[in-house]
C-alpha cells in the first residue's frame, strides 16, 4: 500500500525567507509525486508534479520541490515566501500501474510572518 | 476555462436521510474522482471513473455510499441513511488522460455535508 507522511503540522517563517515543506512518500515501483495547496473553503489547487526527468520540478507561484529516490522524499521549496503563501499544503503520491487514485498526506499548514 | 463545479456547496442532514451530491466536471475530462476530506485530514480516495465506467470503487466506505456517472460527464456521489461518521468534506476532481503526462487531477471547491 502506498502512503504519505508530513512529519509537520505546521511551518512558520518569516515573510523573505526561504521556506521547506516536507513530504515523504511509499510506493511500489516508480512514483508519481504532486503538490496541492488548499486556501480556506476552497478546494485543492495543483502546485506541481513529478513525473520522470529532472529531480528538481518547478510549479506556480515560484514554487520548487525536490525528488530524491534514496530518501524517498520530495520536499517543497521557495526561495523568498510571501504572506499570501499561508495555507494548507497536501502532498500526494500515486503508482506507475493503472491504479490512478492519488494518496495524500495529512497536510502542512505555512504560516508566513509579515 | 471553468473549472469543476460542485453542488450543494454545502448540506446538512439529518440522521438517516438520502443525499446526493453533484460535480461537473472539466469539458472534455474522461476521468473524475471523488474524495473524502475528514476534517484535520488530507482527502481519501473514494472512487474513479473513466468515462461512464466506474474503475475502481475501493475507497467507499460502505454499501451506502453509491457513485454514478451516466453519461461520461456529470457525476453524483449518493449516501444512503447517512451516519455522522459521514460528515465531511466530499472533493470531486477531473483530469485529461489524452496526454499521457498530463497526471494531475483538477479539484472543484467541495460540498461540506454536514450529518446532525
Known amino acids: 500500500a502506498q502512503s504519505v507522511a508530513q512529519p509537520e503540522d505546521q511551518v512558520n517563517v518569516a515573510e523573505g525567507n526561504p521556506l521547506t515543506v516536507k513530504c515523504t512518500y511509499s510506493v511500489s515501483g516508480n512514483p508519481y509525486l504532486f503538490w496541492y495547496v488548499q486556501y480556506p473553503n476552497r478546494g485543492l489547487q495543483f502546485l506541481l508534479k513529478?513525473?520522470?526527468?529532472?529531480?528538481l520540478v518547478k510549479g506556480s507561484y515560484g514554487f520548487e520541490a525536490e525528488f530524491n529516490k534514496s530518501q524517498t522524499s520530495f520536499h517543497l521549496k521557495k526561495p523568498s515566501a510571501l504572506v499570501s503563501d499561508s495555507a494548507l499544503y497536501f502532498c500526494a503520491v500515486r503508482d506507475n500501474t493503472g491504479r490512478r487514485a492519488l494518496t495524500f498526506g495529512s497536510g502542512t499548514r505555512l504560516q508566513v510572518q509579515p | 476555462g471553468a473549472g469543476v463545479s460542485q453542488s450543494p456547496r454545502y448540506k446538512v442532514a439529518k440522521r438517516g436521510q438520502d443525499v446526493a451530491l453533484r460535480c461537473d466536471p472539466i469539458s472534455g475530462h474522461v476521468s473524475l474522482f471523488w474524495y473524502q476530506q475528514a476534517l484535520g485530514q488530507g482527502p481519501e480516495f473514494l472512487t474513479y471513473?473513466?468515462?461512464?465506467?466506474?474503475?475502481?470503487k475501493s475507497g467507499l466506505p460502505s454499501d451506502r455510499f453509491f457513485a454514478e456517472r451516466p453519461e461520461g460527464s456529470v457525476s453524483t456521489l449518493k449516501i444512503q441513511r447517512t451516519q455522522q461518521e459521514d460528515s465531511a468534506v466530499y472533493l470531486c476532481?477531473?483530469?485529461?488522460?489524452?496526454?499521457?503526462?498530463?497526471?494531475?487531477?483538477?479539484f472543484g471547491p467541495g460540498t461540506r455535508l454536514t450529518v446532525t
Open positions: 471513473f473513466q468515462n461512464e465506467a466506474q474503475l475502481d
Open positions: 513529478y513525473i520522470t526527468g529532472d529531480n
Open positions: 476532481a477531473s483530469s485529461s488522460t489524452r496526454d499521457i503526462l498530463s497526471y494531475e487531477q483538477y
